[in-house]
């Protein structure tokens, strides 16, 4: 979710919706609005204010060794500069998915997906490393993704 807003401001149906929704992304706007006491039509336009505002994506998640990306890992750079800069350029390489500025051991978190090790080299020596203010990287290579989801619900 690049380039985040304020937050919008959710009453609690929507916060309902948003949690249904983590659940079973393809649950028809009838069984949501079963489930949070809406008419189906409410739904649908509350998840398209949701979906219009930027608070929700649907999308559908995969296994990426299932669709050809055998290899995955988690790349820690160390920058001079303006952080920010360095974490936009990486956020334009196609198989970069997630950045973060952070704080501590290293000032960006990219995670990569590629198709193997071949192209995870390419990716950290010819694409990662050559984003001027780059000092240092360190790759952490995915053995076995055990746990990752999305239902954390709303505040």
Do not use: H
Request: aromatic share 6%.
């Amino acid at each position: 979710m690049p380039n985040r807003q304020p937050p919008t401001p959710l009453d609690d149906v929507s916060k309902r919706i948003i949690e249904v929704l983590q659940v079973d992304g393809r649950m028809s706007y009838a069984a949501v609005g079963k489930a949070v006491g809406l008419s189906e039509a409410a739904v649908r336009q509350r998840v398209q204010r949701l979906l219009d505002s930027g608070v929700v994506q649907i999308v559908a998640v995969t296994d990426p060794v299932q669709v050809g990306f055998a290899r995955q890992a988690m790349i820690g750079i160390r920058a001079d500069g303006d952080t920010r800069l360095v974490a936009d350029r990486l956020a334009d390489i196609p198989e970069v998915a997630y950045v973060v500025v952070t704080a501590g051991s290293f000032d960006v978190l990219a995670e990569v997906v590629c198709e193997d090790d071949d192209g995870l080299l390419e990716i950290v020596n010819n694409r990662v490393r050559a984003i001027p203010g780059v000092r240092t990287t360190e790759t952490f290579v995915y053995l076995k993704l055990r746990k990752q989801l999305y239902d954390w619900g709303t505040r």
